[in-house]
């Protein structure tokens, strides 16, 4: 499970058929913080939105969610982080701010 901000949709006109109704979404992933990798998730909750703080899973366990079979998903968006208290270290000096 890993933590990431919506930063937009992806339109397509030809898709899995699997993937048919299935928003996809550009998530910007996050760790500790920090920017990471963009990639696109499908959306389990059908409500993500730009700007959204999300959680997602990847893997099998991305592909089973929509329980219609195995879908062609690497990421699948499955909810919403409404709030989080961020614990930052200094890597220079290992102190906590």
């Given at each position: 499970?890993?933590?990431?901000?919506?930063?937009?949709?992806?339109?397509?006109?030809?898709?899995?058929?699997?993937?048919?109704?299935?928003?996809?979404?550009?998530?910007?992933?996050?760790?500790r913080?920090?920017?990471?990798?963009?990639?696109?998730?499908?959306?389990?909750?059908?409500?993500?939105?730009?700007?959204?703080?999300?959680?997602?899973?990847?893997?099998?366990?991305?592909?089973?969610?929509f329980?219609?079979?195995?879908?062609?998903?690497?990421?699948?968006?499955?909810?919403f982080?409404?709030?989080?208290?961020?614990?930052?270290?200094?890597?220079?000096?290992?102190?906590?701010?």
């Amino acid at each position: 499970m890993f933590v990431g901000r919506v930063t937009g949709c992806v339109v397509s006109t030809v898709k899995d058929e699997g993937l048919q109704n299935i928003p996809l979404l550009v998530v910007q992933v996050q760790e500790r913080g920090r920017e990471m990798e963009t990639l696109v998730a499908a959306d389990a909750t059908g409500q993500a939105g730009q700007g959204d703080l999300v959680y997602l899973i990847d893997g099998k366990e991305a592909a089973k969610i929509f329980r219609r079979g195995l879908v062609a998903a690497d990421a699948s968006i499955v909810g919403f982080i409404d709030s989080y208290n961020r614990l930052l270290e200094n890597e220079n000096k290992g102190e906590q701010q």
